[in-house]
């Protein structure tokens, strides 16, 4: 069983930054990330990191969004710079090992001036 326990979503104004931290209990932990979502649609990739520290990102982040881990710490983040309104949503943190998928309980990021 993983416990993640999330911090630092917010109110901020577009154009501004906010940065996400997610701890989990146990590990290892293979791929670690976040994901979000919106009333009335899916809940969709933001970005994730493997043990090994391949990244990956969804097309509409890239250049925005940092996703980091420090495995010492089982801690991953999340540093999103030049937010826009389009990035409001409840922040998931993600992780994945050998004994299943787990989320945390989300965090609200709204960007709005």
């Known amino acids: 069983q993983v416990q993640l326990v999330e911090s630092g979503g917010g109110l901020v104004q577009p154009g501004g930054s906010l940065r996400l931290s997610c701890a989990a209990s146990?590990?290892?932990?293979?791929?670690m990330g976040w994901y979000r979502q919106v009333p009335g649609k899916q809940r969709e990739l933001v970005a994730t990191?493997?043990?090994?520290?391949?990244?990956d990102y969804a097309d509409s982040v890239k250049g925005r969004f940092t996703i980091s881990r420090d495995d010492a710490k089982n801690t991953v983040s999340l540093q999103m710079d030049s937010l826009k309104p389009e990035d409001t949503a409840v922040y998931y943190c993600?992780?994945?090992?050998?004994?299943?998928?787990?989320w945390g309980q989300g965090t609200q990021v709204t960007v709005s001036s």
């Open positions: 993600y992780a994945y090992k050998s004994t299943g998928t787990y």
């Open positions: 146990g590990s290892p932990i293979i791929i």
């Open positions: 990191i493997a043990y090994g520290g391949s990244r």
